[in-house]
């Protein structure tokens, strides 16, 4: 079922509603929270993406440029939820839930001033300190959908995003130290902070992250991430005592501190060593006997079953319930048990609010497995998903959510992308068949393909007139936007698509397109489902195609089934959303082959982030000197530098014209409902600035 044909279904049912629940008067500012009005939506202007400049807490640091998560700075402004003025670095843990108080009077857990670290972080609540109890409804598209649970439940990192995007502040890591030359960075931890299990989180478990985990070669052949390395050197990591950890570069480590910001941070003490040494062969010789018992091949798929992740859409944090955690919830009803994951508040949660009411608010979160989008938008209409923007949050389906507002008890947030396309088209440039290969790397045929969309009717009939015809750029708001990168090839002229076709060596013969020695041309653009919009879209894209004579077959297919093929370089063309619209420095994976998301060049990527990989393949000059440009900025903590590096990248990915794209989105919604509070009324829509996991969730609140 299409979106197009969701809307239509939709207009002619009218489904079930929750009954309004207007949200009680008056706030209790006493603790613990039992009784909270409903949230207001209080919000100032202010520009997104600003430098990370550093915090009270860093010292010496190196400016890292005007950069939005590196990105760049913004030329316009938004409104986005405001930093709350005069919260204490932290206060005593005073409250705690009555589900946790019962366990205490039980003698089944401690005291809570034996739970919690010495200084507790104290989070900023958007409108007023909650109340206790409730869950979280939303929902995630089969057993992979993990990017949902990280920005709802885990995003807690060394150190995190600020809510306005602008620079990173502590989280695990109280303070941090670096270098003028930005080549050592020194994180003082969270003294006293613990597991979900009562256990201490020290800088032992980063550690054992580092050599053991990304540093052992049978669980991680490419080593440490290409983040985590500088002067092609990976990390020196050091625990000089318990709450200290040490990361030592051959070169400045320009972008580390952003980074370790980002969902890219979080692996890193996302594992307790306790736990995970009894499945790893270092640790525990008869690791290869427990995983024998567990039928599994190696230790290595046992370990990276029950601490980590694996091939096949193995994710150990989402299906092993007995994992500990540091994030806010703790899984009790894993993803593969059943047809909903549920998640319950960790007794060991090291933050607080304002008033010193230990969070989370909310006693449990709540995915049940849908099999399409339109289910869970058929869910969300009849009022059973808390807040929720991810798959549901279509164009097409704004008008169907605002007819249904009150039948479904909820209102609206606004999203601000960092995205700067809809739909980036990507054909595998390093493709095994060399006579695709060829042709997909002719970039007169890429010029054809793109001029042969019409962009403005997809905009009309699936943005409901929102948006403009882009390509895959930095958005208008950057300080990279570069006009003619943006426009190139947007203009609709199939006659001028049929003349480059010619020029690219083909020819027409009954209204099909030939390669010179008669082949006929013919390929496939596979789409992940549950990608909003993605299948109108190409729906559109291949007609206008095939009109011109092409011989195109759109593939949809389940998203580890997309993943997969991508990663083993079996597509001969992809799709995929257009990130790095704002965070351009960050998330360059349209403008050259940087990373798995590169969908265009899966073997050069794997050549730049490992040239040992066996599945990489030395890249053209051009490409490889993007590389190098990318090398350098990566190298330097100086601002004007690492801009002007930038833009010399981006001229070569102008000049090569990589993928296509087809519309610039606009802002975006979400929706919640009437008794779910401290929501922000506008929040970036980003994975790098992971929504909305920024705007602190542990905060968010029912009212009965």
Request: overall charge negative.
């Amino acid at each position: 079922m299409t979106t197009l044909t969701l809307i239509a279904l939709l207009a002619a049912c009218s489904g079930s509603a929750a009954t309004p629940n207007p949200s009680a008067a008056g706030a209790q500012a006493s603790s613990p929270p039992l009784e909270a009005g409903g949230a207001g939506e209080t919000s100032a202007t202010v520009a997104p993406g600003g430098t990370p400049a550093g915090t009270a807490q860093a010292n010496a640091a190196p400016k890292e440029g005007a950069t939005a998560e590196g990105g760049g700075a913004v030329a316009e402004e938004a409104t986005v939820v405001p930093p709350v003025a005069d919260v204490p670095a932290t206060v005593p843990a005073k409250a705690e839930a009555p589900m946790l108080t019962e366990q205490v009077q039980a003698g089944k857990l401690p005291p809570l001033a034996e739970r919690m670290p010495k200084e507790p972080l104290v989070v900023p609540v958007v409108d007023q300190v909650g109340q206790y109890g409730g869950e979280w409804t939303s929902g995630i598209l089969g057993g992979s959908d993990n990017a949902w649970l990280l920005r709802t439940a885990f995003y807690d990192n060394l150190v995190r995003w600020d809510t306005e995007w602008k620079e990173v502040i502590p989280d695990i890591a109280t303070a941090w130290d670096i270098s003028e030359d930005g080549t050592q960075y020194t994180f003082h931890l969270r003294e006293g902070m613990k597991w979900s299990d009562g256990k201490p989180f020290t800088s032992a478990d980063i550690l054992f992250w580092v050599e053991d985990v990304v540093g052992n070669k049978e669980l991680s052949p490419a080593g440490q991430p290409g983040w985590m390395q500088a002067g092609g050197k990976p990390a020196q990591v050091t625990a000089p005592d318990a709450n200290t950890i040490v990361f030592k570069f051959a070169a400045p480590n320009g972008l580390f501190l952003q980074r370790l910001a980002t969902p890219d941070g979080h692996p890193m003490v996302d594992v307790q060593a306790e736990y995970a040494k009894q499945f790893h062969i270092t640790h525990n010789p008869q690791a290869n006997d427990l995983a024998t018992q567990a039928n599994f091949p190696t230790w290595v798929e046992l370990f990276q079953n029950k601490v980590t992740s694996g091939p096949g859409g193995v994710n150990a944090r989402n299906q092993n319930v007995d994992l500990p955690t540091i994030s806010g919830w703790r899984v009790t009803n894993a993803i593969n048990q059943g047809n909903r994951m549920v998640m319950e508040r960790n007794p060991y949660y090291w933050k607080v609010d304002p008033e010193g009411n230990q969070l989370p608010y909310l006693d449990r979160m709540v995915y049940p497995l849908v099999e399409s989008r339109d289910v869970l938008t058929l869910n969300a209409l009849n009022g059973q998903v808390d807040m929720m923007d991810r798959h549901i949050a279509t164009f097409a389906n704004k008008a169907v959510f605002t007819d249904n507002q009150d039948k479904g008890n909820y209102t609206f947030f606004e999203t601000v992308p960092d995205a700067m396309n809809t739909t980036v088209i990507a054909l595998n440039l390093t493709h095994k068949d060399p006579a695709k290969r060829e042709l997909f790397n002719n970039k007169l045929f890429r010029q054809a393909l793109s001029v042969a969309i019409n962009r403005q009717e997809i905009i009309d009939l699936v943005y409901i007139g929102e948006g403009q015809p882009f390509q895959a750029a930095p958005r208008p708001e950057s300080e990279y936007y570069d006009e003619e990168m943006a426009t190139q090839f947007t203009q609709y002229d199939p006659e001028q698509a049929r003349q480059w076709l010619t020029e690219a060596g083909l020819k027409e013969a009954g209204g099909k397109w030939q390669t010179a020695d008669g082949t006929p041309v013919a390929f496939s653009i596979e789409v992940a489902t549950g990608v909003a919009d993605v299948s109108d879209v190409m729906e559109l894209v291949v007609g206008y195609w095939q009109a011109i004579g092409l011989d195109v077959n759109l593939v949809t297919e389940e998203r580890s089934l997309f993943y997969s093929r991508k990663e083993n370089n079996e597509h001969d063309a992809n799709v995929w959303g257009g990130d790095g619209g704002l965070a351009v420095v960050m998330e360059p994976r349209w403008y050259f082959p940087y990373s798995g998301e590169s969908n265009f060049a899966q073997s050069w990527q794997y050549w730049f982030n490992n040239p040992t990989d066996q599945r990489g393949e030395e890249p053209p000059a051009e490409v490889k000197q993007q590389m190098e440009l990318y090398n350098q900025l990566k190298s330097t903590p100086d601002a004007a530098e690492q801009t002007r590096l930038m833009k010399e990248l981006l001229q070569i990915s102008k000049d090569q014209f990589y993928v296509i794209g087809v519309t610039l989105p606009p802002n975006g919604y979400g929706i919640v409902k009437n008794d779910f509070h401290n929501v922000p009324g506008t929040m970036f829509n980003a994975y790098l600035w992971p929504h909305p996991g920024p705007t602190n969730p542990q905060q968010y609140y029912k009212t009965k």
